[in-house]
């Protein structure tokens, strides 16, 4: 092998889908500097625009055919790659036609930068599930953390922010370095980065945990599965969750959440299910521990809450979890699980977070559980839509979230692993109490007022099992939540995609088994 | 013993000493001074290795600028109050820590010193790859970087820009707010 | 002897002659500093001891040894004493890769004299002398003394600042030349018939001002301004360990003439002249005392430029213009332009830039004060009546 690779013109086409972003976000820089501030809102627009081309060229991508591998094996343009792409560019926009309206109310200044910096982590995750080389990978994640480091701490003046941005910077960071460390263990154990190179050396080579380059390798896998366990929030690696995502700004918590999420699932399944496919037996069991681990104690952890943002951040832990079991049967069906449970969950998700910004009318407003109260009085379309979103988390038929759940435990029951299908349905039947609380919250009770109800309610909630706050009167409980064009067009989209897909899930089904490589 | 080896063990020790210096030290200004050492010595790993530009460039960015305005903040914020005080909740926590670390540590390095090896095609398809050539002796190993900085690795180059990017306008965002902060 | 003993050896009495040679100019050079800066203020300078006061630098020597070496109760000890010993080790072993003269002869390379010739000469240069901040700062810190705490942080600031521009000026040079190497950038312009100033007079120049600013020479030596910080890092140093510093200083200040000569002044060539054994270090020599004599001139005119003006020259003004630079030479280099369209270019852009600059320092207003004018809070007119002088008053 020569290392003097000559870029072909080929290998620029493969960019089809960054480009447009890439463009936009320079655009957004350089409008940024014209515009007076009041009309700074409108570089939302261009980013919109960004996602929209580079969601035109993923297209683009997916009708050509030939070779998927560009600029010397570096980023791959395969199915996987694209039906993530797709997932995390919806994301991008639903979270950015979420964000006008929010900023607006935060008063947050700096619009320009703020945009860009969304575009840059797009760019950073859709660079994630195109990368087919560990380095490629690592420019990826640190292309979509730096940019999220700083959106966690954006809102001015918020400790909690700046609390959010310093402890993601550091975990991640910390993170990181065991990722790196792995790939270069990896590297020094096959001798190549390029995950098809890698792969093939493993085909052809057969080593143990005490001879050979098995030390190396096996430390190496060992290292990358801290490192992305850490990315997508897998108990023991979840600690920084729930604090991150409740300092950061709403829009940018639901795009991490989602999108992150996303990408850092495609590099689990490119690099565990295909490229070590043929070592299952070393990594296996560590991601169905993983699996069952964060399963259960996400659900747990997320009963607890009475802060609706960190119960929904736990609630992306339990998951992560149903996801990792998808991780861990290892074989094709499992990554069409987990493909597809993505998909629905990027749509809920964000459409959950949407509401929640915005309820957050103001500066350091957090929605707790009791601001919801009466919430279907006040705004009857608002409770609906967040109704919806929390029935597709919790996973009831009809809903997204229930084909999501289906195909994964389907995935673990066809492959021999009863067993974690099993967990994954009581867990998920153990959920729906704390999805179905906030409901309840906001259809049967009435709005916080002086009447004696309101007592007995705060005792029902502390003996359900939460510290409520004493009962603040916020302004989200006193007035009907008055909603922005852009969150209403984001919020329509995410609940139009949640029910569709739960009442005709056959395309979305196809698909994530294409990119999975199945009929 | 070669000298190669020799050499590799002093530098090996300078790092590791100066890598638990970094932690271990209660003044900032003295983990600062120690993830220096640490720098330099991994420019010396490179020195052994013949990768002259990377050490070169290794010195230059990381101990001539990073740490240079490492220095700057640390000496900076803590000249008054040198010696870091801070009550620490979850002692309990430090202990363990440790504990697993030289489980780990002891660990690894059994599987890795001992039974490990590369295996020969692995280390011949690395042989083939960038960083043999590069410090291959004699050639001149800053035009074979170049070249794969280039051509085989254009395209990871071209990502760190946009993360520079990223990086600039953090600073420009948080520092930004700051001074606006302080000008209230 | 076998070659490789032979090798060491040689290096061995190189280092000892370059180090000694280094030391006794660093002696001289304070010396030949003190008369110039006399001449240039219309004074004798030192002159009693000896011949043209050629024994004074002996005389300072020993005044040196023998004074108290005070550590101050304050001080962090160990990083105290070890400051400027980083300092004086930065600022020899940065000199290492300069080529003093071409080879003698018949004999083997490795009497060439030149310590070593490595292949990234260039940038051990720049790796080296960026090192010697730490030298200063941690003087500064370890004194436990406000001044020198903030001359050794101005200093910091200052060297990180300007270290930009002068790898980005340098890259210049090193595109046309196409290696890294010291030795190879000589064998260059002998081969290319040209010394890089002509193809780089922008470069050249922004690479002088930069320097001139990295080794903390007036007038840009803002660490030390003793009118603000008393002597800045330095003022708890005494003795010894106060000379060392000079002395880093002053060696520093031979290594980049010995740069601005081998890169751009053609090192020991000079149209031929080199041919004769032995005659090559002498052009040399009088090469780099050529930009050493020029370094001191700026000091006797120059007054030091205020801290914030220095921040903007260098971000403002120097690194644009040594990317420009980088451009215009990447442009001739990548499409086999003459060399002359990058010396033209540069002597444009410096023409207009030293008229920009020209312009600012005396605008054509100045001299005219008028009422409506607002000046800063910090200006105070004075207004001279024009009242008749008494002897005029008793005349009329």
Known sequence: ?519 | MSANILAFSAVAALAIASGIGVIAFRNAIYSALSLIVNLLSLALFYLILNGMFIAAAQVLIYAGAIMVLFLFVVTMLSSDKAELQTSDRISWQRLVGVIAGIIFAAAASFLLLVHAQIAPDAAAQGSNNLFTQISAPGSGNTEAFGMALFHGFLFPFEVTSAIIVAAILGAVVLGRRSRAKSED | MSQIALELLAALVKSVIIIAGLLGAFAYLTLIERRVLARFQRRVGPNRLGPFGLLQPIADALKMVFKEQIIPTQAKTVVFLLAPTISIFVAITAFGVVPLGDKFGSLPSYWQPALTDINIGVLYILAMSSLAVYGIVLGGWSSGNKYSLLGALRSAAQMVSYEVSIAISLSGVIMLAGTLSMIGIVHQQSSQHIWFILAQPLGFVLYGIAALAEVNRAPFDLPEAEQELTAGYLTEYSGLRWSLYQMSEYINMITTSSVLTTLYFGGWTFFGLENIPGLSILIFIVKVAFFLFIFMWLRATLPRIRYDMLMKLGWQVLMPLSVLNLLVTAYIVAFQQPWWIAGVFGLITLLIAGYAAASKIHPKKANVVTEGVALPTSVRLVKVESTPSPETAAIS
């Open chain 1, 1 to 519: 092998m020569n290392f003097i690779y000559t870029v072909s013109n080929a290998d620029w086409g493969h960019l089809l889908a960054l480009a447009p972003l890439v463009v936009t976000t320079a655009l957004t820089m350089l409008i940024d500097i014209f515009l007076p501030a009041k009309a700074r809102s409108a570089l939302v627009a261009v980013a919109l625009a960004g996602v929209a081309g580079s969601g035109a060229g993923v297209y683009m991508l997916y009708q050509s055919s030939g070779n998927v591998l560009a600029f010397n094996g570096m980023i791959t343009t395969d199915h996987l790659a694209l039906f993530g792409s797709v997932i995390i560019l919806v994301t991008t926009f639903l979270s950015l036609l979420i964000a006008p309206g929010y900023i607006e109310r935060q008063g947050v200044a700096q619009q320009g930068e703020y945009y860009t910096l969304v575009q840059l982590a797009a760019l950073g995750m859709l660079l994630l599930t195109s990368a087919a080389s560990l380095m490629t990978i690592f420019l990826g994640i640190e292309l979509l953390s730096l940019p999220l480091y700083i959106l966690c701490a954006f809102s001015p003046g918020q400790t909690k922010a700046y609390e959010s941005g310093m402890k993601y910077f550091m975990l991640s960071a910390f993170a990181s370095g065991f990722l790196l460390y792995g790939m270069a263990l990896t590297y020094g154990a096959t001798g190549t980065t390029q995950l098809a190179g890698i792969q093939n050396f493993l085909a052809n080579h057969q080593f143990t945990l005490t001879s050979g380059f098995g030390p190396y390798f096996i430390m190496g896998m060992a290292l990358l599965i801290i490192g992305l366990s850490f990315k997508v929030s897998a108990i023991p690696f979840h600690a920084w969750t729930p604090d991150v995502y409740e300092g950061a700004p709403t829009p940018i918590t639901a795009m991490m959440a989602s999108g992150t999420k996303t990408a850092a699932f495609v590099v689990f399944i490119r690099l565990f299910t295909e490229t070590f496919g043929s070592v299952t037996a070393e990594w296996q069991g560590i991601i169905w521990a993983l699996a069952i681990i964060t399963t259960i104690g996400g659900n747990i952890l997320a009963a607890t809450q009475t802060n609706v943002k960190r119960m929904l951040a736990y609630s992306g832990v339990a998951h992560a979890g149903y996801m990792l079991i998808g991780v861990a049967v290892a074989n094709s069906l499992g990554t069409a699980g987990v493909l597809t449970y993505l998909a629905v969950y990027a749509l809920m998700n964000t459409g959950a977070f949407g509401v929640l910004s915005a309820l957050e009318q103001q500066i350091d407003t957090n929605v707790g559980l009791d601001d919801l109260r009466g919430l279907a009085s006040r705004s009857p379309l608002l409770a609906a839509a967040m109704a919806i979103f929390l029935f597709a988390l919790a996973g009831i038929p009809g809903a997204a979230g229930f084909i999501g759940k289906y195909t994964v435990f389907y995935a673990a029951a066809v492959s021999g692993h009863i067993e974690l299908t099993i967990i994954g349905v009581l867990a998920s039947a153990a959920g729906f109490f704390y999805y179905l609380r906030v409901i309840w919250m906001m259809y049967f009770v009435p709005p916080a007022g002086s009447s004696a109800e309101s007592e007995s309610l705060h005792a029902e909630i502390i003996s359900a099992g939460g510290s409520a706050a004493a009962a603040k009167v916020s302004i989200a409980t006193a007035a009907a939540v008055a909603l922005p064009v852009g969150a209403t067009i984001a919020l329509f989209i995410a609940a139009v995609g949640v029910i569709g897909f739960g009442i005709a899930p056959a395309e979305i089904i196809q698909l994530a088994r294409n990119a999975a490589g199945l009929p």
